[in-house]
């Protein structure tokens, strides 16, 4: 069993279209995220959710729109996509808000032409 | 803001030799984490650093927290081909935890 699941793992789509990756997760943690790494490798924060409450919302644009059913999903709805979001987007996962362990999701590579 | 820094970016070493990563914040840190990102993989939990000064060792690899909670390291004894990949620091200072910028490590045999 996987603990953190994405979908899909790779996505290529045009510019201007609207997409979404979904993300679960089966350890009965309180808090998820969703990380954005570019080709750098840097490794982004984008938004935090506890309990299906939004904790984090970093600096990013308004096209991007998390939304948590319940605690154990969290998915990622992108509008108008743009070249320069193609990125690996990581889901992970940890206990609680304060950070323990995080566990991440095996990534999904988005990638805009 | 809250910055943390991680040098070197890459490090090229052969089979055997050591292998140290340095990772410094810009704030007092309530605890660091340490992630190993294989190429193609995703992160991996290594370790949390918690307390002023601790070390943590697991088999070859050896973690620090500074006195003053704001930098660490990561040294990687006798490394192997299977250590290959890239490592981060993840430091919490307040409300979030910022990843560095990453260490990737290639190892030739």
């Known amino acids: 069993d996987t603990a953190v699941s994405q979908t899909p793992k790779y996505l290529v789509t045009q510019m201007g279209n609207d997409k979404s990756i979904k993300c679960e997760q089966n350890?009965?943690?309180?808090?998820m995220y969703w990380y954005k790494q570019d080709s750098k490798k840097f490794l982004k924060i984008m938004f935090s959710?506890?309990?299906?409450?939004?904790?984090i919302n970093e600096t990013v644009p308004n096209r991007f729109s998390p939304k948590s059913p319940d605690k154990a999903h969290l998915n990622l709805h992108i509008n108008s996509l743009e070249l320069g979001d193609s990125a690996v987007y990581f889901c992970?996962?940890?206990?609680?808000?304060?950070?323990?362990?995080?566990?991440f999701g095996q990534g999904t590579r988005l990638t805009v032409v | 803001g809250q910055q943390v820094m991680q040098i070197p970016q890459y490090q090229h070493v052969q089979e055997g030799e050591d292998f140290t990563t340095y990772c410094n914040s810009s704030?007092?840190?309530?605890?660091i984490q340490w992630y190993k990102q294989r190429p193609g993989g995703h992160p991996v939990f290594l370790i949390q650093?918690?307390?002023?000064?601790e070390v943590k060792k697991q088999k070859r690899l050896t973690f620090q927290f500074g006195e003053a909670k704001k930098n660490s390291s990561l040294h990687i004894t006798a490394t192997q081909t299977t250590d290959v990949g890239t490592y981060f620091c993840?430091?919490?200072?307040?409300?979030?935890?910022?990843f560095g910028a990453g260490t990737r490590l290639f190892v030739k045999a």
């Open positions: 959710y506890n309990n299906k409450e939004l904790i």
């Open positions: 993840a430091g919490r200072g307040g409300f979030k935890t910022i």
């Open positions: 704030t007092t840190l309530s605890n």
């Open positions: 650093l918690v307390k002023s000064g």
């Open positions: 992970a996962s940890s206990q609680d808000s304060v950070r323990t362990e995080a566990f």
């Open positions: 350890l009965g943690h309180d808090t």
